[in-house]
């Protein structure tokens, strides 16, 4: 099992930044984690995953150049730089960790392990 609280979400102006973190417990053995967020009403949209093994990293089109994923394995934490922040990034951030070796990492059912979320709201 592996146990995932994120922080880090908040209230901020248009144009701002956030950082947010996931730190992970339990049986972290997890080849990649990664970050999704969902709006009211919408589907759990895949935003960046980080692959801890090769040191990939993985963008939605919608953040790239705006948002980056990073880690640090000795800490078992993952953390998601947001810039340049829009009123349409608000959401729900949730973190995912994944075991298998392969995955499609910007599907939510490659991922086993999920943590409650983080609010993110942007202001216009």
């Known amino acids: 099992q592996v146990q995932l609280v994120e922080s880090g979400g908040g209230l901020v102006q248009a144009g701002g930044s956030l950082r947010l973190s996931c730190a992970a417990s339990?049986?972290?053995?997890?080849?990649?984690m990664g970050w999704f967020r969902q709006a009211p009403g919408k589907e759990r949209d895949f935003v960046a995953a980080?692959?801890?093994?090769?040191?990939?990293?993985y963008y939605a089109d919608s953040v790239k150049g705006r948002f980056t994923i990073s880690g640090d394995n000795t800490k078992n934490t993952v953390y998601l730089q947001l810039n340049s922040l829009k009123p349409e990034d608000t959401a729900v951030y949730y973190c995912?960790?994944?075991?298998?070796?392969?995955?499609?990492?910007?599907?939510?059912?490659?991922?086993?392990?999920w943590g409650q979320g983080t609010q993110v709201t942007v202001s216009s």
């Open positions: 339990g049986r972290t053995s997890s080849n990649y």
């Open positions: 995912a960790a994944a075991t298998r070796v392969v995955i499609l990492v910007k599907t939510p059912s490659s991922y086993e392990y």
């Open positions: 980080i692959w801890w093994s090769g040191g990939g990293t």
